[in-house]
């Protein structure tokens, strides 16, 4: 069904390839699943089997491209199609017209189906997409994962024999995935769709491949195979495949339910190891808190020695009985939060609970109509922009709105300027989270995770005392994501308060201590993330699911814990003795 012969494509100014040498058959009626890290050409990949490379995008492509034996070279987008369905990484860039149904129609008219087709597909993919609620809605007014599937609906409606899609479950939460993913696969199955997908969070998808083409770094030639076999070798793998290398299972799993059947043993071993939480002990095999006690003691010691020189208020943040009305809807209600300096709290839900238009609200985007909102003392939609940002800064899901300078360089140069850094101080936070971007390529010109690293380096340039990002993870592999992490571990270190809105229940795990699920606008679970994401499986990571009922929370913590039970036993620190430096430092 797809077919690429040695493709290279080249940019215009380009020095090197994008892809090089691509050598790639999708038979008909198979989910491949494109992985790789950020930045190898996976979506010039995609876009070349719907023919926007090079049509649309400019630049060389040498070789041959043909889907259901039509040359891409020769047939221009329109022309193709009534054979392929594009997802892009951007929904908002997808959308023609202003409200769901109409979208769900737009394609479907411009083919001529009849209108009792176009009635009925409209509706079973309202239903599959559970969009039935949404349908008389302006698009503008939903929240970005309810975007995402309206946009993945359109090109369901004409039902195409090719979907190309450019990390369809980004925006999902995980209900709202695993539904898009049970409707891919029934395609796939039932209808005989043949899908090219590129994601990277495999832990949601791996399984459904029927096959992985994997890019493991630019210019490298692809690897296709079996995902077992393929995630054996490659540098991006889901926490389950993680679990796996480190156990020594083989053949790897790429499901929870695979892995727990294989996980007595390992089970076994971590029951022996007792670890301490920041707040309590925990009794062996119950593990809420990653950290061994000499690095938790070490790293508190450092906390105490910077938070002395941090200005402000005992309290970064306060939501008071919050309630705010966007659009005639409530969005949320009655919503009271306290953030403390240097917490980090996962803002969790369902897509539409609420999550951005609270973080709307701490950085002064929306108006109360009753409640409060104060964030260092200051009430965020009553303070001077100038005077805000100073005090909080928000990456938003759409980085594109912090873009606007024609090179990499030139938004870092402003960024130093705007937060009174020293120069290169921006420069220095992009190349740490995402190495490999030059400094004169256009933010247009990056990938959407670029993009979206990019736009964080300009936000913590300024290093705010109280961090907002919204979906940070969308777009990054699992190596940005692990310099994600690391950076902002070092800033609530700092004492910096972080609140993540986020769907990436993997993260979560990694990051915060805290979770907060929002429903409906309100909140429905406030606490420690082992004790809020045990209660709720649809928030558990990979690692929790597969060791319960030991509290286990991620592949780092047992990774750690394996190396401690395979050591002689020591003398360990007490929660009641202070370790000495020198202890420390061993």
């Known amino acids: ?20 040498g691509v050598e790639l058959t999708v038979p008909e009626g198979e989910l491949v699943l494109l992985v790789g890290p950020s930045g190898v050409g996976k979506s010039t990949i995609l876009g070349a089997v719907s023919g926007l490379v090079p049509h649309f995008t400019g630049g060389t492509l040498r070789g041959r491209v043909t889907v259901a034996a039509r040359d891409t070279r020769t047939h221009k987008p329109r022309e193709l199609a009534d054979v392929v369905g ?58 970005g994962g309810q975007q995402q599937r309206v946009a993945i609906g359109s090109v369901l409606t004409p039902h195409p024999r090719v979907l190309v899609l450019d990390e369809p479950t980004s925006a999902l939460d995980p209900a709202a995935a695993e539904e898009v993913l049970a409707v891919l696969q029934r395609l796939v199955h039932d209808l005989g769709t ?81 670890y301490e939480d920041e707040h309590s002990s925990v009794t062996p095999g119950a593990a809420p808190a990653p950290r061994l006690v000499p690095a938790r003691s070490r790293l508190f010691r450092r906390q105490r020695d910077t938070s ?61 109509a009753s409640g409060s909102v104060r964030v260092g003392g200051a009430v965020p939609h009553r303070t001077a922009p100038p005077e805000l940002v100073r005090r909080v800064g928000l990456v ?23 937060a009174a850094a020293e120069p290169g101080t921006c420069r220095a936070l992009v190349s ?46 699992y190596a940005a994501k692990s310099r994600l992490v690391t ?45 809020v994401v045990l209660a709720s499986p649809s928030f558990a990571p990979q690692v929790t699911k597969i060791l319960a009922p030991q509290k286990w929370l991620t592949v780092s913590q047992v990774r750690a814990a394996v190396g401690e039970a395979e050591r002689e036993p020591e003398v360990r620190e007490t929660p009641d003795r202070e370790m000495t430096d020198r202890e420390a430092e061993a």
């Open 1 to 20: 069904m797809i077919r690429f012969e040695d493709v290279s494509v080249t940019y215009d100014a380009a020095t090197e390839p994008a892809v090089r």
């Open 86 to 143: 594009t997802v892009g990484q951007d929904p908002l860039a997808h959308f023609v017209t202003d409200t769901v149904e109409d979208e769900l129609a737009y394609g479907m008219e411009s083919l001529g189906l009849a209108p009792d087709v176009m009635r009925r597909r409209v509706e079973e993919t309202l239903d599959l997409l559970g969009l039935a609620d949404l349908r008389d809605r302006p698009i503008a007014t939903l929240s």
């Open 194 to 274: 043949t899908v090219l997908m590129a994601e990277h969070r495999l832990e949601r998808v791996i399984q459904y491949a029927d096959q992985v083409a994997l890019l493991p770094a630019p210019g490298a030639p692809l690897v296709l195979g079996p995902p077992s076999e393929v995630m054996a070798v490659s540098p991006v793998y889901p926490p389950v495949v993680a679990l796996g290398r480190l156990a020594g299972w083989s053949p790897l799993p790429l499901t929870v339910r695979d892995a727990r059947r294989r996980a007595g043993a390992l089970r076994e071993r971590l029951s022996e190891v007792a």
């Open 308 to 368: 002395t020189h941090l200005p402000g208020n005992p309290v970064a943040a306060a939501v008071d009985h919050l309630t705010v009305r966007r659009g005639g809807i409530e969005a949320l209600h009655d919503v009271t939060l306290t953030v403390a300096p240097g917490e980090t709290i996962a803002l969790m839900g369902r897509n539409g609970a609420g999550k951005s238009t609270l973080l709307s609200a701490l950085v002064g985007l929306v108006e109360p």
């Open 396 to 418: 938003p899901q759409e980085p594109r709105d912090l873009l606007y300078a024609d090179t990499v360089a030139a938004e870092c140069t402003a960024a130093d300027r705007d």
């Open 432 to 477: 740490e989270l995402l190495p490999g971007i030059a400094d004169d390529t256009h933010p247009r010109d990056l990938s959407e995770g670029q993009r979206l690293t990019l736009a964080l380096a300009l936000v913590l340039t300024a290093r705010p005392p109280l961090l907002l990002l919204d979906e940070p993870t969308r777009g990054l592999d």
């Open 487 to 531: 950076v902002l571990r070092d800033l609530a270190t700092a004492g910096h308060a972080i609140i993540l809105a986020t769907h990436d229940v993997e993260l979560a795990a990694e990051l915060a201590r805290r979770v907060v699920i929002l429903a409906d606008g309100e909140t429905v679970a406030d606490g420690p993330t082992a004790e």
